[in-house]
C-alpha cells in the first residue's frame, strides 16, 4: 500500500547550521510532494512542494531534493535559526486523489542555540 | 493574512457524548477538509468536502462522523458519540482548489480542537 515515511524521529543541530530532514514513500506512482512544518500548538504550515518531474526545488532557505530511483526525498534548510524547531512532514497525495494529504511520521527538529 | 479558524481551542468530553468542532476556513476557498492527529502520531486524513458535498473520506470517517457547511461561513465536524480512541487533535482546512495543480490548491490548516474524551 502507499505510505509515506521518515527515517529519523528527531534531529539536534546548531543553530547556524544546515538541517537536513529525509522521507521515505513508497508508491511510486506518487507525482506531487509536500513539506509541512507544525510548531508546538499550531496546524501543518505548507513549506514547500515538488512534482516528480523534477528533482529539486529550492525557495527561501528550504531546498526539496527528489530522488525517484530509491523513492526518498529530502528538506534542506539553510542556516537554521531557532525558529525552525518544529515538527516536519512530508506529505503526498492518496491515489487518485485530489484532497487527500498522506502525512508521513515526522521529524522533530531542536536548533540549539 | 487570511487564515482558518477553528474553536474550540480544548473540548473535554464524556464518552458516549456528542460533540461539534467548529471551523471558519478561508473566505474564498471552495473545498474542505478535517483531518486528525492522535496525540505523539501523524496527521491522518478524515473527509474533504466540497459543494455541499463529500468528496472523499477515510476508513476512519464512520458513521460517527458528519460533516456540514450550515452556513457561508461555517464548516463542523460532528461526532454523534465520541469515544476514547477519538481523542485527538482535530484540524480543519481549506483551499481555493482541489490537488496540486497550483499553489491556489495549497491546503491552509487551522490551529487545531484539542478533543479530550473522558
Known amino acids: 500500500g502507499e505510505s509515506v515515511g521518515l527515517h529519523l524521529p528527531t534531529l539536534s543541530v546548531q543553530e547556524g547550521d544546515n538541517s537536513i530532514i529525509n522521507c521515505a514513500y513508497s508508491?511510486?506512482?506518487?507525482?506531487?510532494f509536500i513539506w509541512y512544518k507544525q510548531e508546538s500548538g499550531k496546524g501543518p504550515q505548507f513549506i514547500i512542494d515538488i512534482r516528480s518531474n523534477m528533482d529539486k526545488r529550492q525557495g527561501q532557505r528550504v531546498t526539496v531534493l527528489l530522488n525517484k530511483t530509491v523513492k526518498h526525498l529530502s528538506l534542506q534548510i539553510a542556516a537554521t535559526q531557532p525558529g525552525d524547531s518544529a515538527v516536519y512532514f512530508c506529505?503526498?497525495?492518496?491515489?487518485?486523489?485530489?484532497?487527500?494529504?498522506?502525512f508521513g511520521k515526522g521529524t522533530k527538529l531542536s536548533v540549539k542555540p | 493574512e487570511p487564515e482558518v479558524t477553528q474553536t474550540p481551542s480544548h473540548q473535554v468530553t464524556q464518552m458516549g457524548q456528542e460533540v461539534i468542532l467548529r471551523c471558519v476556513p478561508i473566505s474564498n476557498h471552495l473545498y474542505f477538509y478535517w483531518y486528525r492527529q492522535i496525540l505523539g502520531q501523524k496527521v491522518e486524513f478524515l473527509v474533504s468536502?466540497?459543494?455541499?458535498?463529500?468528496?472523499?473520506k477515510s476508513e476512519i470517517f464512520d458513521d460517527q462522523f458528519s460533516v456540514e457547511r450550515p452556513d457561508g461561513s461555517n464548516f463542523t465536524l460532528k461526532i454523534r458519540s465520541t469515544k476514547l480512541e477519538d481523542s485527538a487533535m482535530y484540524f480543519c482546512a481549506s483551499s481555493g482548489g482541489p490537488g496540486r495543480l497550483s499553489s491556489y490548491n495549497e491546503q491552509f490548516f487551522g490551529p487545531g480542537t484539542r478533543l479530550t474524551v473522558l
Open positions: 506529505a503526498e497525495f492518496g491515489s487518485g486523489s485530489q484532497g487527500n494529504l498522506i
Open positions: 468536502f466540497y459543494n455541499n458535498e463529500i468528496s472523499e
Open positions: 508508491n511510486s506512482a506518487s507525482d506531487y
